[in-house]
């Protein structure tokens, strides 16, 4: 299912770039994507093989009404292949194409407590003098780490958590006593 995903949401990004509107394509995608999840009803009837594609087509035109054309092309064309339950992971991967376009690099930084806002833009712009990208920071708190911080920083991870070190070492004791 990855591979439709990766071929849909990349041909969905080139003819949006071509036309030079893959920033409004990226957030039309996701607020349909959006409404999808949170609306169970809305997600049954464009998944659901009970309902006709002239019924689904008929739907979606009163759902993204004023939508881009290309966007409003690209579900129809989901519609008749059947390959509309594919939507978020063709999300997923058009954003990552469009952070790679725009040179935006995720970072998250995950802490066991609330850091300060000089602390966590500190680290964002660390990190984007070091790579040369716009970094797009999320910061949440996780208390199961103890202490320190997990860093994600595109698809790596920096795990410098107090929990993370405890798992280490008891790892090496159980090596140890074998």
Known sequence: MEEIAEVYGRSLFEVAKDQGKIDEVREQLGEFAEALQENHDLAVFFFSPYFSTPE??????????????????FLHLLIEKHRMPAIFRIRRFYD?????????????????????????????DRIGEQTGQRVQLTATVEPAILGGIVLRVGNS???????????NL?????RGSA
């Open 157 to 167: 991870i920096l795990d410098a958590s107090i929990r993370n070190r405890l798992d």
């Open 96 to 124: 990552g194409l469009w952070e790679r376009e725009n040179k935006v690099l995720p970072v998250q930084i995950t802490s066991a407590t609330k850091l300060d806002e000089a602390t966590v833009s500190g680290i964002g």
């Open 56 to 73: 689904k087509k008929d739907g979606l035109a009163r759902a993204v009404e004023g939508a881009e054309e290309t966007l409003v092309n």
């Open 170 to 174: 008891r790892k090496q004791v159980a």
